[in-house]
């Protein structure tokens, strides 16, 4: 590694000496009993929408929490939160574009 | 412009990062967004049947439910301890980070398992892609041999999406053995090669799959060859990026896939 890229790795490196290990356990924490309440949903028999719903609410709650505590992006300069979620939501928005549509076009056809 | 002291003493002017940042950390974000719009047009596929396909199946049963919960549990959990890894590089603790690191191979490999036989089941049960090889005396009979012929886009696009996303936890699992124990993980790998080639039998996409071990063990020598080194702190968070983007898919995965094709009775 060139040396001044050297430098930047100590200077990240000196920001997470200072994160507590604690923090991560409870992100752990969190991360399982959500998954254990989006199993006991699967037991309720719910409506396919209101299930899809509540697990994609949950899911985007736990990509949260992955990316910000154990990726580290929390703890990024701003323009690199930004940049990088910002291209990725754009993304995955197109993609919907071409998806949404048919999606809610079957829906309301009454296909289950 | 910002000044700094190199680690030679001799005082130099660099450009500081404009993600504040080192580079190899910024090129494995970008690997990583790249890859999510892959696994988003394989989730985007899979939904896209569920919803305009009437007869969907729903093959999961209980048991299916629980193998899959405990596989998420094996994932968070290798997140967690692959994060307490990344802690002891970044404190030069050289032992606690190879073990922590150990301790992710080992819960990646349990998810490998467990998915594996998950596979195996619902092989066995009939539902099969036409490039899986026959398996003798169930392909036709089984549960699902229907589900297989009516409503093809099922296997299609539940084996690709989690079949592409078993390699990354594979190449996961290699990428970190060779972070943790550099070349004494070659001759393991090659084991765990010979292991699954061997120990699936021929019909099994396991048997085929394995070569997938034995392309890595040849890639890897091939890089600590010509450039062996120590991976240092950021060597270990660049890996635990990967590692977490594929715990991340997962919780994608896990809720579209399974709970939303659950038969609980």
Not at chain 1, 42 to 50: A, D, G, H, I, S
Request: charged residues 10%; proline residues 5%; aromatic residues 14%.
């Amino acid at each position: 590694m060139e040396a001044f890229q050297q430098i930047i790795a100590e200077q990240v490196a000196e920001r997470h000496r200072h994160h507590a290990k604690a923090q991560f356990f409870w992100v752990w924490g969190a991360l399982l009993v959500m998954t254990a309440i989006e199993v006991y949903l699967t037991y309720q028999n719910l409506k396919p929408v209101r299930m899809l719903t509540i697990l994609m609410g949950l899911s985007i709650v736990k990509a949260a929490l992955i990316i910000g505590f154990f990726m580290h992006l929390k703890y990024e300069v701003s323009r690199m939160k930004w940049l990088t979620m910002s291209s990725l939501v754009i993304c995955l928005v197109l993609m919907s574009i071409f998806f949404f549509p048919d999606a809610f076009r079957i829906l309301y056809l009454g296909v289950k | 412009m910002a000044e700094a002291t190199l680690p030679h003493g001799r005082p130099e002017v660099y450009e500081p990062s404009l993600f504040g940042t080192y580079s190899k950390k910024i090129g494995m974000w970008l690997f990583l967004l790249s890859d999510s719009l892959t696994f988003g047009a394989l989730l985007y596929s899979y939904s896209y049947g569920r919803i305009s396909i009437a007869n969907w199946p729903t093959p999961f049963h209980s048991e299916s439910i629980v193998n899959a919960t405990i596989m998420t549990a094996f994932l968070l959990t290798s997140s967690l301890t692959m994060v307490l890894a990344v802690r002891a590089a970044v404190h030069g603790d050289a032992k606690a980070q190879r073990l922590w690191l150990l301790a992710t191979m080992a819960c990646g490999t349990g998810f490998v398992v467990l998915h594996g036989r998950e596979w195996s089941h619902l092989i066995a049960t009939g539902l099969t892609l036409p490039v899986f090889p026959a398996m003798p005396g169930h392909a036709t009979t089984g549960e699902f041999a229907d589900v297989a012929k009516n409503v093809p886009q099922f296997p299609a696009t539940f084996f690709g999406l989690t079949g592409m996303h078993m390699l990354h936890v594979t190449l996961g699992v290699v990428y970190l053995g060779v972070v943790a124990l550099r070349r004494n993980f070659i001759p393991i790998l090659l084991l765990c090669w010979l292991g699954a080639w061997l120990g699936t039998p021929s019909y099994s996409p396991f048997h085929y799959g394995a070569h997938v071990l034995l392309i890595a063990a040849i890639i890897c020598s091939v890089i600590l060859w010509l450039k062996p080194k120590v991976y240092d702190a950021a060597d270990v968070e660049v890996a635990g990026l990967y590692w977490h983007f594929v715990d991340l898919v997962w919780m994608f995965i896990f809720p579209l896939v399974y709970l939303m094709s659950a038969r609980i009775i």
